[in-house]
């Protein structure tokens, strides 16, 4: 096959599917697919260097008869626009036959074929002419994005017939194109204002401690709060001055005393004590205070003793009132006897029949018995009654209004946290009176309250006798077990039954004026009646005349 021949089989097998002209390719026996493409494109390559090295042969001044004839071809122009500038191929085996390409295997590059020139035919979609589907460009920002935490599929999976993503093409008109300018001007990232250097910083020396850093922490925050230095603070310790120092303070300085080996450690160091952190330096002042401790142990308990007294003193008085004003009150028995002499009438003839008395509980009960008419219990009739007949017995209520003010206090509490407190003044007292004179003299000058307060705690426990002998009295009056009754129990029935007293004597105040407006519309229907039958007979009158 010459030069000519192989460059028209080249030409024609480069036409599109949809020219007119088309030239058949050659019949070569082929393995497979892939072996007789690669067939073609080896002889397409073999025929075209043959060509350029039998060119190169000749000086440039001259020209060769089979140059002439194939610059007088006219499909040899396309020729420099088709094929790149390869290197010269190996010689041709004995024979002048090409010998067939290897198949390809994966991982072996294949030989790429040349780009093909546009198709020139209206209509062509051949994807070899480049008329056909091209993939549109994929938006990228501009900006560095926010993340949209999802998790993502592969393309192996989201091609799938059935997916939900391959059911309409990405060609598709249906499509909605997001608006992606307004997506990085809402979803940018935004962009950090770099910091102004101030200056070179100065490295501070660092500080030497004793403590752990989790105790000198909290001992930091808990002197920051004074507003004032360590010296002042310790000379408040020293005198027993309580004005900075509440009950709370003491109760966390007592917490952050410096232990025996923190101690030790700051009496050895002998070097500068401003080199000292600030937690160590409070240290050092407080170590000055002779019995710092029991001194701070003092004025704790003596500001404990005031919040304490300044608690109790009220519910105590408030107990002892209530139990007075039962033992007291001249109405409660006489209603007490009104609602015994109900009680025997309704159950006679059974077992809670002829009784001497009832326990003071049953008072809350006279609403659960119902009357035939609707809305009206037993003690709505009583108190009916007690209205009618005896009024005073309506102003019980204000007998009762001491006794629902202590519901609520308890007074075994009460009692186990004032003797707790006693206890804790008397000890305070005997080490004191162990101490140095010193101390002595200070605890006789600036903690004179302490004296107080043990005496004041003192007549506390006396008040709380009195409770006890009022509440014997009160167990006896109420037919009750001395070691079994409860004051608070008590209380709180007198309470509910109070509120239950007013509101049935609104009720049936309530419907007293209903029965009042009921009694006046009858009387003005009955007086309409009237008027018309006396209209209608003044008609007939006139008529027969």
Not at 57 to 80: I, Y
Not at 452 to 471: C, V
Not at 501 to 525: D, P
Not at 530 to 545: I, P
């Amino acid at each position: 096959m010459g030069p000519g021949q192989t460059m028209e089989s080249l030409l024609s097998s480069m036409h599109c599917s949809n020219h007119p002209k088309t030239v058949p390719r050659r019949s070569v026996p082929k393995v497979n697919k892939c072996t007789q493409v690669n067939m073609d494109l080896e002889e397409k390559k073999s025929s075209a260097d043959l060509s350029l090295s039998r060119q190169s042969e000749h000086s440039p001044g001259s020209t060769s008869p089979t140059q002439k004839d194939s610059s007088s071809s006219p499909e040899q122009s396309v020729m420099p626009a088709l094929l790149p500038q390869l290197p010269p191929p190996p010689p041709l085996p004995p024979g002048g036959k090409v010998p067939l390409p290897p198949v390809s295997t994966p991982g072996m590059s294949a030989p790429s074929l040349p780009s093909p020139q546009p198709c020139s035919t209206p209509g062509c979609s051949h994807p070899a002419c480049g008329c056909g589907e091209q993939p549109q460009a994929r938006k990228t920002p501009t900006l560095r994005m926010k993340v949209l935490h999802w998790q993502k599929l592969p393309c192996d999976v989201v091609r799938q017939s059935h997916s939900i993503w391959a059911v309409m093409p990405s060609s598709s008109k249906e499509l909605v194109e997001p608006d992606y300018a307004s997506l990085e001007l809402l979803f940018s990232v935004p962009s950090r204002i770099p910091m102004e250097k101030t200056g070179p910083k100065i490295k501070k020396t660092k500080e030497i401690t004793f403590i752990g850093p989790k105790k000198s922490l909290l001992l930091s925050i808990f002197l920051k709060q004074f507003k004032c230095s360590n010296e002042e603070i310790a000379a408040m310790i020293q005198k027993g001055d309580r004005s900075k120092l509440d009950a709370e303070i003491l109760r966390q300085l007592l917490k952050l005393l410096p232990e025996d080996q923190e101690i030790n450690s700051l009496k050895s160091y002998k070097k500068e004590k401003s080199q000292l952190a600030n937690a160590d330096q409070f240290y050092l002042h407080l170590l000055e205070v002779p019995s710092y401790q029991l001194r701070i142990e003092c004025m704790l308990i003596c500001e404990e003793t005031k919040i304490l007294l300044e608690c109790l003193w009220p519910k105590a008085q408030a107990i002892r009132t209530a139990c007075e004003t039962i033992l007291t009150s001249h109405r409660l028995p006489v209603f007490c006897q009104l609602i015994l002499k109900v009680g025997n009438f309704l159950n006679y003839g059974r077992h809670t029949g002829d009784a001497g008395g009832f326990k003071i509980s049953a008072l809350l009960k006279l609403t659960e018995t119902k009357a035939n008419q609707n809305n009206i219990t037993l003690l709505h009739h009583i108190l009916e009654e007690v209205e009618k007949k005896h009024r005073d017995l309506l102003q019980l209520p204000r007998d009762l209004d001491f006794v629902s003010k202590a519901v609520g206090i308890h007074f075994d509490a009460m009692q186990a946290e004032a003797g707790a407190n006693l206890k804790k003044l008397l000890e305070i007292e005997k080490h004191l009176f162990l101490s140095t004179d010193d101390l002595k003299i200070q605890h006789e000058k600036s903690v004179q309250v302490g004296n107080g307060s043990l005496n004041a705690s003192k007549d506390l426990q006396k008040e709380f006798a009195t409770i006890e002998k009022k509440k014997e009295e009160l167990a006896d009056y109420l037919c009750e077990d001395r070691k079994k009754l409860s004051l608070e129990d008590v209380f709180s029935t007198m309470k509910t039954f109070r509120e239950i007293f007013l509101k049935t004597l609104q009720e049936n105040q309530e419907r007293k004026e209903q029965a009042a407006k009921s009694e006046k519309r009858k009387k003005w229907f009955k007086g309409e009646d009237a008027k018309r039958l006396k209209g209608e007979y003044g008609k007939c009158h006139k008529f027969c005349n």
